[in-house]
């Protein structure tokens, strides 16, 4: 397959943590990585353009949005472990739990080492869902059970179509807890929202402000069946040349379940409404995964084995796609971004480019 695009794409080495997430401005030619602490924009030859600092979350996969040009991320502030080991990194003690879409100004961020807060490159739109099932706790057979449906949080982002009417929605991923003797956390939740929507909320984020400017709730709220994971959904691209979704996660380790670690949205397919597996008589609306690649019989589930994608997937077009592989030497974080492209064929899904 010929291409202009570069087969491979090197980050150099930053200090903010491991890579996240990446994201493509095909029209300017530029990527940006999240590397946990820091926002990072590359040229496509890997030459750097500028970073952003500044926030004391952590920070998540990343989005562009053609529309208005900007680049959404997740963005997560609280106390749990991996919480606890960012803000020992950035020398800081507590925060309140907090959830958000961060939204950066790409065109504004043209120097390295550039401020979130004091430079105005960052805003941010509060979850209330996603912080309700954080926080909520209730008591089971005697037990205190936390975290409805295992949400540890938010991880997974993109721009798809609506499922259920016109135009361009922000679809956002939980972060799901692993804990193999509960039921409920089988899903993944994805919240839905119209972006134009958002825009009134928007408000600078700062660490002396853990705002709450947000809508009551999602437009949507989606589950997805594929058995529990290890800490949800990673990564969350939407493809335009297939029309589906793509879902990279940590694979779970409950032995009733394939435990895969790629999951694709079958985008053609209308949300059904139904009882939920292992969540009493709960009803939600169901997104269908696409019935290709392996199939787990016993569970029905479907699903891939890949090689990348929980750090950083791209959709570019004409089933072409770079997936981000992290190189960590202690303090030192890394990525090599290669370029992928679709093989619907091979229980792997994608082929590299060489």
Not at 111 to 121: N, Q, T, V
Not at 210 to 224: C, K, M
Request: aromatic residues 12%.
């Amino acid at each position: 397959m010929k291409t202009s695009l570069p087969s491979v794409i090197r980050t150099g080495i930053w200090h903010g943590g491991h890579i996240q997430g990446i994201a493509v401005d095909k029209k300017r030619e530029y990527i940006y990585c999240s590397f946990t602490t820091e926002l990072v924009k590359l040229d496509l030859q890997g030459n750097v353009i500028g970073s952003v600092k500044g926030f004391t979350g952590h920070l998540g996969c990343l989005a562009y949005n053609e529309e208005d040009g900007r680049i959404y991320a997740s963005l997560e502030y609280k106390n749990d472990m991996i919480g606890q080991s960012i803000l020992r990194l950035l020398g800081i003690t507590e925060v309140q739990n907090a959830f958000y879409i961060a939204i950066f100004d790409g065109e504004r961020i043209t120097e390295c080492d550039m401020d979130a807060e004091k430079d105005g490159i960052m805003k941010t739109v509060w979850l209330k869902d996603v912080v309700d099932d954080y926080l909520a706790e209730w008591e089971e057979d005697g037990k205190t059970v936390k975290h409805r449906y295992g949400c540890s949080g938010i991880d997974g982002i993109t721009f798809a179509p609506s499922f259920e009417g016109e135009g361009v929605r922000l679809y956002v991923a939980y972060g799901v807890y692993k804990e193999n003797e509960r039921t409920d956390n089988d899903y993944q939740v994805l919240l839905c929202y119209d972006p134009k929507a958002l825009v009134p909320y928007e408000a600078i984020l700062t660490h002396d402000n853990i705002h709450a400017s947000g809508p009551d709730r999602a437009e949507e709220r989606y589950f997805v069946f594929t058995g529990n994971t290890n800490f949800g959904v990673q990564n969350l691209e939407y493809d335009p040349f297939t029309g589906d979704i793509y879902m990279a996660v940590y694979r779970g380790r409950k032995s009733q379940y394939p435990n895969y670690n790629f999951f694709v949205i079958d985008g053609k397919a209308k949300p059904e409404t139904q009882t939920l597996r292992g969540i009493g008589t709960e009803q939600g609306k169901v997104l269908t995964l696409r019935q290709s690649g392996l199939c787990h019989e016993e569970s029905g589930v479907y699903g891939y084995e890949t090689l990348y994608g929980t750090t950083g997937i791209a959709s570019l077009g004409d089933g072409l796609y770079y997936f981000a592989e992290p190189i960590d030497n202690g303090k030192d974080h890394s990525a090599v971004i290669r370029l992928f492209r679709l093989d619907p064929d091979s229980p792997a899904l994608f082929a590299e480019v060489k």
